[in-house]
């Protein structure tokens, strides 16, 4: 017959036993949602996920605005005259060439994209984040020169951009609108958040 001691001591090693699994368990169980938040949620993946757009039925000179990453991305059909201007602007621009990089490297020359027209750029002020609006139509317009060449207003604080969102000289904004990564996954379909493969 087991002595009284052995007993005790046979069950304190149980016990203690016992005791460091559910620890373990408990501490395993507390740490997993701790863990867990490292991980992006379907919500934030899908949040940067790149997004398809259709733009079969953007008519030159239309622009459509779609959402990426929580902005306002502009797609623009522009037409010949539109393109056509963008040259002689260069004197008057700040960053003419896009030396800045606010484009990816497909989208560095004078129409700032993969299509000569079909303009793809976040629609955000590089000065104070807000929202410009198009005016396209050439000539004299409230808040904007008698010699306007068409392009955008931000309203906030008077920053201009021509058709390719080049800035114009001596404006609040610093730098020329940004051109997401995009690419096309057929003539009439455009990837945004995803750049072209080479």
Excluded at 70 to 82: A, E, H, L, S
Excluded at 83 to 94: E, F, G, H, M, T
Excluded at 176 to 192: F, S, T
Aim: proline share 11%; hydrophobic share 40%; net charge positive.
């Amino acid at each position: 017959m087991a002595s009284d001691d052995s007993v005790d001591e046979g069950k304190r090693r149980f016990l203690v036993g016992a005791s460091s699994v559910v620890g373990g368990i408990g501490v395993a169980g507390a740490a997993t949602p701790f863990v867990m938040s490292f991980w992006p949620s379907e919500r934030a993946k899908a949040a940067g996920a790149p997004i398809e757009v259709d733009i079969a039925k953007v008519e030159p000179g239309q622009k459509i605005d779609v959402e990426w990453r929580g902005k306002v991305v502009w797609i623009i059909n522009r037409t010949k005259p539109m393109l056509d201007s963008l040259p002689k602007l260069n004197p008057v621009l700040a960053d003419p060439d896009s030396k800045v990089p606010q484009q990816p490297p497909y989208c560095k020359n004078i129409h700032r994209s993969i299509k000569d027209a079909m303009f793809v750029a976040v629609g955000i002020c590089t000065h104070l984040g807000c929202s410009p609006n198009a005016r396209f139509a050439p000539g004299a317009q409230p808040s904007l020169p008698e010699d306007w060449p068409g392009g955008f207003l931000c309203p906030c604080h008077g920053s201009t951009f021509d058709l390719a969102g080049r800035v114009f000289k001596n404006k609040p904004a610093p730098d020329n609108l940004r051109v997401p990564p995009h690419r096309y996954l057929a003539d009439n379909k455009l990837r945004i958040g995803e750049d072209q493969k080479a």
